[in-house]
């Protein structure tokens, strides 16, 4: 939760606010070349701020993406169409950490003569499902705040918003890369694993990730047996 400081650096960044306060320097500098009254060129700042306030647009989102974590053409052209989205909208680094997470859930993609795991095991879908559901949603919060306040401002054990961003995504990457080794070695117990990994770290975000029932096949044969 954004304490009462938080929210004031949060509004003095915003693309409204900034845009406002530009208007207004046009009533300022007419007030003071002298060109309106003092009352009414307090009136005329204060209105062409209010005017500007409405009319210049907030901080955009992203275009939530919905995925089918077992289509791989839809998921590698939404893929593609998000980060096109991104153009010129943030920090290098994190257009960086978003390439790079789009090239590992990639990675886990269902492709010709690859083991019935790859297309069929619960827990790749599921960690494919994680990563599909968390990265435009992650985006799309991170977007919604002022640019200057996401690279500036501390939010959380002193990182920055962009700063945790990139940590996350970097998260989100290497699961999924070790995903897709342990899919190329049918290693279903490291799948297991990570599925559970990301359900515990991912589940409580602000998206649902649907909680499945996660057991190993080791696990399913001895109730088999019973």
Not at 77 to 98: E, H, K, N
Not at 113 to 128: F, G, H, K, T, Y
């Amino acid at each position: 939760m954004m304490s009462l400081v938080q929210r004031a650096q949060r509004f003095l960044f915003s693309r409204k606010n900034i845009g406002a306060c530009l208007a207004a320097l046009v009533g300022v500098g007419l007030l003071a070349l002298g060109i309106t009254g003092s009352w009414i060129g307090l009136a005329l700042i204060a209105a062409l701020y209010g005017v500007a306030y409405f009319l210049v647009p907030g901080e955009q989102g992203v275009r939530f993406t919905l995925f089918d974590e077992r289509d791989a053409q839809q998921i590698t052209q939404g893929l593609s169409d998000l980060i096109y989205s991104l153009r010129f909208r943030v920090a290098d680094d994190v257009m960086a950490a978003v390439e790079d997470t789009a090239r590992s859930i990639k990675l886990t993609l269902p492709v010709e003569n690859a083991p019935a795991l790859s297309a069929i095991d619960p827990n790749v879908m599921l960690i494919r499902q994680t990563a599909l559901n968390y990265l435009p949603r992650a985006l799309d919060d991170y977007l919604s705040l002022p640019r200057m306040y996401a690279e500036r401002i501390p939010v959380q054990d002193g990182k920055t918003a962009r700063q945790v961003l990139i940590e996350q995504l970097g998260l989100i990457s290497q699961k999924m890369r070790e995903t897709s080794e342990d899919m190329y070695h049918y290693n279903a117990d490291r799948l297991l694993s990570n599925a559970r990994f990301l359900q515990e770290r991912f589940a409580g975000s602000n998206f649902k990730v649907p909680v499945v029932e996660l057991t190993s096949q080791e696990e399913t044969e001895k109730e088999r047996v019973r």
